[in-house]
């Protein structure tokens, strides 16, 4: 017994543990979009899984019955590079093998049993790490892991703190997903279906079809001013020196900075591999080939060789092109040029090889003024959401040992 009335309890003690699986994918029909099927990849560091790459049908869940989770269910990954990452469910759902979730009996509250597992992380990690050359915590080991555990009730007060702080994180996602929803749809209305302020209806020709009079057709390499592979460096275990931004770190168009570590280099190799504003950063390798994001405000970083990094003469153009590459039809380009069966790669002329039409500097002028103010506003809300987990991370081991009494 702990003082305060706080308790060790293995994870088994505390609800039913369940390892996923996959169904058959040689059954189509298994797969479909009603019930989340929750792998490593979906966990990109929010408490909560909202969506996931894949879904399975009703068929495919019937073939995993014994791995249904229910919403609250707290799921941990146990296997290779993702280990110690950790979601909660928010619907029924289904994890791969590469995860072992607690589904809690009623006298637990699930949000505790979330913060207690994310205190105990690393040495999840820490000891998978010595088992085999690929680091794995079968349902055995992961079920006899410790959590100090007090009565109900202050479990609740306790998740409380901890959730609210969340809470805000996610809205500030949220919202900026609208932000960026916003800015796609101007961006559609303008660029795509040719509706932007002065225009005339004029048209020219081109290899596209008919274009604004006045607009250019080309390759994006034709318009950038420098593209550049990144740097050969591991990261440190230290917080010293500029950030590493890595393919791991973009998930969707965002940077996390706060989860990007630190990496030890020359000056030189600073000034050489500096990430600067509206710069645009894209994965050239791995199941990540064609993720990129556009770079705003980010502290001192640079980016890893994996990355390529291309960079324009003038914001507005970089601003268009980072907004062109979230849609559908570059990832749909990056579909059909990826090489490498079980490495999908590409290289920086491939990946820049996209066609894009460069409307007339005047109008990409207004469109700047418009979504800089938008990526503005999302920056800021990136800088709150870090600010927000800084303050989780500090409470989280505190509350999570009766540090601080609530």
């Not at 505790?112 to 999840?124: A, G, Q, R």
């Not at 994180?169 to 960026?180: K, P, S």
């Not at 969707?252 to 950063?281: A, Q």
């Amino acid at each position: 017994m702990i003082a305060g009335g706080w308790k060790p309890l293995k994870i088994g003690e505390i609800g039913r543990v369940v390892t996923g699986k996959t169904p058959s994918t040689h059954i189509l029909e298994n797969f479909g979009d009603k019930y989340p099927f929750i792998t490593p990849r979906d966990m990109t560091g929010k408490k909560r899984i909202s969506d996931t790459e894949r879904y399975l049908s009703e068929k495919g869940k019937i073939s995993v019955k014994n791995c249904l989770l229910p919403a609250n269910a707290i799921c941990v990954s146990c296997i290779g590079s993702d280990m110690g990452k950790v979601v909660m469910t928010s619907q029924d759902s289904i994890t791969n093998q590469q995860l072992n979730s607690v589904v809690c009996s009623d006298s637990f509250n699930p949000d505790f049993v979330y913060y207690s597992i994310i205190k105990i992380s690393d040495e999840l990690r820490n000891a998978a790490h010595h088992s085999t050359a690929v680091p794995i915590l079968n349902k055995s080991a992961f079920s006899d892991f410790e959590i100090d555990v007090p009565d109900l009730p202050t479990q609740t007060r306790i998740a409380a703190i901890l959730s609210a702080l969340d809470d805000k994180i996610e809205m500030n996602r949220q919202t900026n997903a609208t932000l960026e929803a916003i800015a796609q749809a101007i961006f559609k209305e303008w660029f795509v279906d040719f509706r932007f302020p002065g225009a005339t209806g004029e048209m020219q020709d081109c290899e596209l079809g008919p274009i604004p009079k006045g607009w250019q057709h080309g390759k994006i390499k034709d318009f950038t001013k420098r593209i550049q592979y990144g740097l050969t460096q591991s990261a440190s275990i230290e917080e010293i020196g500029p950030h590493f931004l890595r393919i791991t770190d973009i998930q969707k168009g965002r940077i996390n900075w706060k989860s990007v570590p630190y990496c030890l280099v020359d000056k030189k190799d600073i000034e050489k591999y500096k990430i600067e504003n509206y710069d645009i950063v894209i994965a050239r390798t791995g199941a990540s080939t064609g993720e990129n994001a556009l770079v705003v405000n980010s502290p001192e970083s640079v980016f890893a060789s994996y990355l390529i990094r291309i960079q324009f003469e003038q914001p507005e153009l970089a601003l268009y092109v980072g907004k062109l590459l979230r849609r559908k039809q570059y990832f749909e380009f990056i579909d059909s040029i990826k090489s490498g069966s079980a490495q999908p790669n590409a290289n920086a002329q491939q990946l820049t090889d996209f066609d894009i039409l460069l409307p007339t500097i005047d109008i990409l002028k207004e469109y700047f003024v418009i979504i800089e103010q938008v990526e503005q506003l999302k920056a800021e809300h990136q800088v709150s959401s870090t600010t927000l987990a800084q303050i989780r991370d500090i409470l989280l081991p505190k509350l999570m040992s009766g540090g601080i009494e609530v």
